[in-house]
C-alpha cells in the first residue's frame, strides 16, 4: 500500500471517529459548532479508560496525592489572583479584506501584522492585517438575572485554580504533609482563536491536572522527578518512544506564572505538538491568592516549626489531546498477507492498535452463522463475559466483515463460536494485531482474557 500524507491522515481518522463512534463534530444536524467535538459510545470509554488510568497512577497507587473534583464556576477574582484576567491573552489579528482571524504569531503569516508588507494567510491581501490586539481566552457569563458587569463570570480556563483554592481544606481534612499533591480531571474553556485539527485544539476540553506542593528550594528536585513520572505513564499507553519527545520552553514561551516548563510532544500527522506540561509554578499562585483573598495560606511545617507559601510543581495533561495521541499512534492501514487465508490474504484493513487495556470494547462475540445453537451459546458466553469486561455481541454479517468492523475499533479480541464450539465448549479467539487464533476452553475465557488484557 503507498504511504498516505499526513492531511489524509487526519482525514482518514476523523472519518472513522465518525463512523465507528468515537468523536463526532457538536450539532452536527445545525452545521457544527466551531471546535466543539462529543465522544459517541466508543469514544467515551477510550477517554475514560485514559482518565481512569491516569487516577489510579496519580492518586490511587500514591499515597501523597488526593483527589479533588472543584466547580468550573469560581468567583470572579481567582482568575485577577490567577493573572487570568490581564494576562490570558493571544495576540489577535484581522484581515480587513477576507474577515478571517489569525494568531499573530501564525507561522503563515508572511512579514509583520499592521505593516503595508504583512500578507494575509487565507486570501493573499497585502497590509490589509490590522495590528495585533489582545484577546483574553476566557469565556464569560453571568451569574444571577442580570447581566451586568458586576455579575460577569468566567467559564475556567484551567482546572488548576480549583485546587490552589482548596489546598487547605485538603490539607487539614486529609492529614497529609508537605510535600503532597492534589489531582483533578475535569472540564476547562477556551475561546481559542484559531482552535483546530479535530480534538487537538478545542474550546471546551478535559484536563487532568496534578498540583504538588513543596518545600521551597525542593521544587527543582520534584520537577525532575515528575517529569520521569509523567514520561513513564505517556510510554505506559503503548506510545511508540520515537513519536516522543521533550520540548524545554523559552523564556518567550513560558506562561504568566512558569519559572520552567517542558513539555511532552507527539509528533502527530500535523507536525510535533504539545499534549501535557510539566510547569514549576513558584509560589506564584498561593501567593497571589493570600494577597487578593486576604487569608493566610502558609504552611507551618511540623518539624522544624519554619512558615512558608509552598511552591508547586504542576503536571497538565490533556484528556482530549492524549486520546488523539492514542488515536493516532494506534491508526494502522495494512495489507492482510496470504498465509493469513481465512482472513483474505491480499486484502487491506484499518485497524486500531490499541493498546488492549486502553480498547473501549475488550471483546466481541460472534456466532459464525446464526443457526445449530451457535447464537445460543454464543448469548451465554457474552452474558458470562460482560460481567467483567465491556464486550460486544455480533451476528451481521460474514465473519469477515465483523472482524473488519471490530479493527477499526481496537477491539484486541474477536471471540467466534463455532460448529465445534456447541460439540465440545471451546470458541477461536482471534488476536486483533497478530490475527492468530487460539482455541480456548469457554470456561477459561475470562481468565484467558484477564491475562491478556493486563498492563
Ligand atoms: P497550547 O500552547 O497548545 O495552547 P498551552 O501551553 O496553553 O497549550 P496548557 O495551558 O499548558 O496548554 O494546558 C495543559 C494541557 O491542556 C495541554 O498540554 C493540552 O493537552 C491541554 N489543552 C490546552 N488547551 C487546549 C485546547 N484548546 N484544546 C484541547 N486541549 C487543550
Known amino acids: 500500500m503507498p504511504p498516505v500524507t499526513a492531511d489524509k491522515v487526519m482525514e482518514k481518522l476523523v472519518s472513522l471517529a465518525k463512523r465507528r463512534g468515537f468523536v463526532f463534530q457538536s450539532s452536527e444536524i445545525y452545521g457544527g459548532l466551531g471546535s466543539v467535538w462529543d465522544y459517541g459510545p466508543l469514544g467515551v470509554e477510550l477517554k475514560k479508560n485514559i482518565k481512569e488510568r491516569w487516577w489510579r497512577s496519580m492518586v490511587h497507587e500514591r499515597d501523597d496525592i488526593e483527589g479533588l473534583?472543584?466547580?468550573?464556576?469560581?468567583?470572579?477574582?481567582?482568575?485577577?489572583?490567577?493573572?487570568?484576567?490581564?494576562?490570558?491573552?493571544?495576540?489577535?489579528?484581522?484581515?480587513?479584506?477576507?474577515?478571517?482571524?489569525?494568531?499573530?504569531?501564525?507561522?503563515?503569516?508572511?512579514?509583520?501584522p499592521g505593516q503595508p508588507d504583512a500578507q494575509c494567510p487565507v486570501c493573499g491581501s497585502k497590509g490589509t492585517l490590522t495590528a495585533p490586539r489582545q484577546f483574553n481566552l476566557m469565556f464569560?457569563?453571568?451569574m444571577g438575572p442580570v447581566e451586568e458587569q458586576a455579575a460577569v463570570i468566567y467559564m475556567r480556563p484551567e482546572t488548576a485554580q480549583g485546587i490552589y483554592v482548596n489546598y487547605l481544606n485538603v490539607l487539614q481534612s486529609s492529614r497529609q504533609k508537605i510535600p503532597f499533591g492534589i489531582a483533578q480531571v475535569g472540564k476547562a474553556f477556551r475561546n481559542e482563536i484559531t482552535p483546530g485539527n479535530f480534538i487537538f485544539r478545542t474550546r471546551e476540553f478535559e484536563?487532568?491536572?496534578?498540583?504538588?506542593?513543596?518545600?521551597?528550594?525542593?521544587?527543582?528536585?520534584?520537577?525532575e522527578f515528575w517529569r520521569g513520572e509523567r514520561m513513564k505513564w505517556v510510554e505506559g499507553l503503548g506510545i511508540r518512544s520515537a513519536k516522543l519527545r521533550w520540548h524545554q520552553h523559552d523564556k518567550n514561551e513560558l506562561a504568566?506564572?512558569?519559572?520552567?516548563?517542558?513539555d511532552i510532544q507527539y509528533e502527530f500527522p500535523?507536525?510535533?505538538?504539545?499534549?501535557?506540561?510539566?510547569?514549576?509554578?513558584?509560589?506564584?499562585?498561593?501567593?497571589?491568592?493570600?494577597?487578593?483573598?486576604?487569608?493566610?495560606?502558609?504552611?507551618l511545617d511540623p518539624k522544624t516549626s519554619e512558615r512558608f507559601i509552598p511552591y508547586v510543581v504542576e503536571t497538565s495533561a490533556g484528556a482530549d489531546r492524549t486520546t488523539l495521541v492514542v488515536l493516532c499512534d494506534a491508526y494502522t492501514e495494512e495489507e492482510v498477507r496470504a498465509e493469513?487465508?481465512?482472513?483474505?490474504?491480499?486484502?487491506?484493513?484499518?485497524?486500531?492498535?490499541?493498546?488492549?487495556?486502553?480498547a473501549p470494547l475488550k471483546a466481541a462475540v460472534f456466532p459464525l452463522v446464526n443457526k445449530d445453537?451457535?447464537?445460543?451459546?454464543?448469548?451465554?458466553?457474552?452474558?458470562?463475559?460482560?460481567?467483567?469486561?465491556?464486550?460486544?455481541?455480533?451476528?451481521?454479517?460474514?465473519?469477515?466483515?465483523?472482524?473488519?468492523?471490530?479493527?477499526?475499533?481496537?477491539?484486541?479480541?474477536?471471540?467466534?463460536?463455532?460448529?465445534?464450539s456447541t460439540q465440545d465448549q471451546t470458541v477461536t479467539v482471534r488476536d486483533r494485531d497478530t490475527l492468530k487464533q487460539d482455541r480456548v476452553a469457554t470456561a477459561k475465557l475470562v481468565e484467558y482474557l484477564t491475562q491478556k488484557l493486563a498492563g
Open 340 to 358: 493469513e487465508g481465512a482472513e483474505g490474504g491480499g486484502d487491506q484493513r484499518v485497524v486500531l492498535k490499541l493498546k488492549p487495556s486502553l
Open 207 to 223: 484536563q487532568m491536572e496534578m498540583q504538588f506542593f513543596v518545600k521551597p528550594g525542593s521544587e527543582t528536585e520534584w520537577f
Open 256 to 262: 504568566h506564572y512558569a519559572k520552567d516548563a517542558y
Open 373 to 420: 445453537g451457535m447464537p445460543e451459546l454464543a448469548h451465554r458466553i457474552h452474558d458470562d463475559l460482560r460481567r467483567h469486561f465491556n464486550v460486544f455481541y455480533d451476528d451481521g454479517g460474514s465473519i469477515g466483515r465483523r472482524y473488519r468492523r471490530q479493527d477499526e475499533a481496537g477491539t484486541p479480541f474477536g471471540i467466534t463460536i463455532d460448529g465445534q
Open 69 to 112: 473534583d472543584a466547580a468550573i464556576l469560581m468567583h470572579p477574582k481567582v482568575w485577577e489572583a490567577s493573572g487570568h484576567v490581564a494576562g490570558f491573552t493571544d495576540p489577535l489579528v484581522d484581515c480587513k479584506q477576507c474577515k478571517n482571524r489569525f494568531r499573530a504569531d501564525d507561522p503563515r503569516i508572511k512579514g509583520t
Open 270 to 299: 500535523f507536525g510535533w505538538q504539545e499534549f501535557e506540561g510539566i510547569h514549576n509554578r513558584t509560589d506564584f499562585d498561593l501567593s497571589n491568592h493570600q494577597k487578593h483573598a486576604g487569608k493566610k495560606l502558609d504552611y
Open 140 to 142: 464569560k457569563t453571568f
